[in-house]
Structures are given as C-alpha cells and as structure tokens.
C-alpha cells in the first residue's frame, strides 16, 4: 500500500500563493486517481482538486483557474499550486489516493489572512 506525507503548508495573506507537496513511498503514484481535498473546521471534507492515472484532471468551481494540480513521477510527488489565494481557502489540506481503497496524508495547514 501507499504513505503519503504532506507538505508545503502555512500562512500567506490574500492574493498570494503557496505550493504544497504529497510525497509518495510504498508505491508509485502513477498507479492511483491521485486527489487534493480540504476541510475547514465544522465543515465536510471536499474534494479541490483530482489527477486520474492517464493525466485527466478536474477541479472544484471555486479553485477553477487558480489552482493547478500535477504530478512529478520521478519524484513520486503530487503539487497543488494555489495561487490567488483568498481567506476561505483556509483549510487542512490532504493528500489522496484511490485505487480499489482510499490512502489519506495526515495534512497540512494552509491559512490565508485577509
């Protein structure tokens, strides 16, 4: 099975930006749908973003055209580059995996002061 570890978290004020990273050891990524979720305090996780095993990727409305998610299999690294970045952003943000079962990341903290 898969561990992932997040990383890349931290505070940064409206507007800018902020690359997280999901290291990727056990087994390649390549092999899992690979995701970005959130969740708030009080709220439901949500899915930010998704990369299928083929490179397809799609995205919340409210990150279209801001946030990009990719990979770098050599690294076996999963990014999200958040840019333009608002405060409802703010969110632990998790690391995914899913091929037949789910793997989570522990998350990591992105907080976005206005």
């Known amino acids: 099975q898969v561990q992932l570890v997040e990383s890349g978290g931290g505070l940064v004020q409206a507007g800018g930006s902020l690359r997280i990273s999901c290291v990727a050891s056990?087994?390649?990524?390549?092999?899992?749908?690979m995701g970005w979720y959130r969740q708030a305090p009080g709220k439901q996780r949500e899915l930010v973003a998704r990369?299928?095993?083929?490179?397809?990727?799609d995205y919340a409305d409210s990150v279209k055209g801001r946030f990009t998610i990719f990979n770098d299999k050599a690294k076996n690294t999963l990014y999200l580059q958040m840019n333009s970045l608002k405060p409802e952003d703010t969110s632990v943000y998790y690391c995914?995996?899913?091929?037949?079962?789910?793997?989570w990341g522990q998350g990591t903290q992105v907080t976005v002061s206005s």
């Open positions: 995914n995996a899913v091929m037949g079962s789910a793997y």
């Open positions: 990369i299928t095993r083929g490179g397809s990727t």
């Open positions: 056990g087994r390649a990524l390549s092999l899992y749908t």
